[in-house]
Antibody
Framework: EVQLVQSGAEVKKSGESLRISCKAS????????ISWVRQMPGKGLEWLGK????????DYSPSSQGHVTISADKSIATVYLQWSSLKASDTAIYYC????????????WGQGSLVTVSS | EIVLTQSPGTLSLSPGERVSLSCWAS???????LAWYQQRPGQAPRLLIY???RRATGIPDRFGGSGSGTDFTLIINRLEPEDFAVYFC?????????FGQGTKVEIK
């Protein structure tokens, strides 16, 4: 069974750093991309970027480029999303999601990680 | 960047009704790389349709997708109580991947 299990809720202050995780199981980790998707309170979905875990090649949206970093550790089948300096506007639920093998739709999703940043 | 616009913003319907949701793209979506997701309150999104018209595994056949180029549609026949949710379209044909703003289907 394919599973993406995300790390728990975080409460941080503006300017602090943070790394959240997404642990994959039930499939060949290096064969599928993992994306991060943001959902701000009461709002829609926003794609932040994706990583190919095999070679750690990444693509970012223009709005997230330079503000977040996506990385992967093949040895433990885990993908990370990290910030070096959080802003209050980073308050959101963050989902990781897997891209299908033959097409890049997001076929499996993690349960979401709530990040709350206070100013 | 491809901008996706969904219409309408909210629909108020009764169980058993048929619903049609629209998604328009600002540029042609290559290879019909258009997906639809359902998000129930407090849950992660769930893939319904990919490739514009292909149902994902386990999705009931009352859900159907159609369209190509810049115009796409999600049809739900005979609304069930569990179908009242928010629906998002997404294009994954060119980076950055983008989502529509969502259509909420609520109980009338």
């Amino acid at each position: 069974e394919v599973q993406l299990v995300q790390s728990g809720a975080e409460v941080k202050k503006s300017g602090e750093s943070l790394r959240i995780s997404c642990k994959a199981s039930g499939y060949t980790f290096i064969s599928y991309w993992i994306s991060w998707v943001r959902q701000m309170p009461g709002k829609g979905l926003e794609w932040l970027g994706k990583i190919d875990p095999n070679e750690s090649y990444t693509d970012y949206s223009p709005s997230s480029q330079g503000h977040v970093t996506i990385s992967a550790d093949k040895s433990i089948a885990t993908v990370y999303l990290q910030w070096s300096s959080l802003k209050a506007s980073d308050t959101a639920i963050y989902y990781c999601a897997r891209s299908g093998a033959n097409s890049w739709h997001l076929d499996y999703w993690g349960q979401g990680s709530l990040v709350t940043v206070s100013s | 960047e491809i901008v996706l616009t969904q219409s309408p913003g909210t629909l108020s319907l009764s169980p058993g009704e048929r619903v049609s949701l629209s998604c328009w793209a600002s540029q042609s979506v290559s290879s019909s790389y258009l997906a639809w997701y359902q998000q129930r309150p407090g849950q992660a999104p769930r893939l319904l349709i990919y490739g514009a018209s292909r149902r994902a595994t386990g999705i009931p056949d009352r859900f159907g997708g159609s369209g190509s180029g810049t115009d796409f549609t999600l049809i739900i026949n005979r609304l069930e109580p569990e179908d009242f949710a928010v629906y998002f379209c997404q294009q994954y044909g060119s980076f950055p991947w983008t989502f529509g703003q969502g259509t909420k289907v609520e109980i009338k």
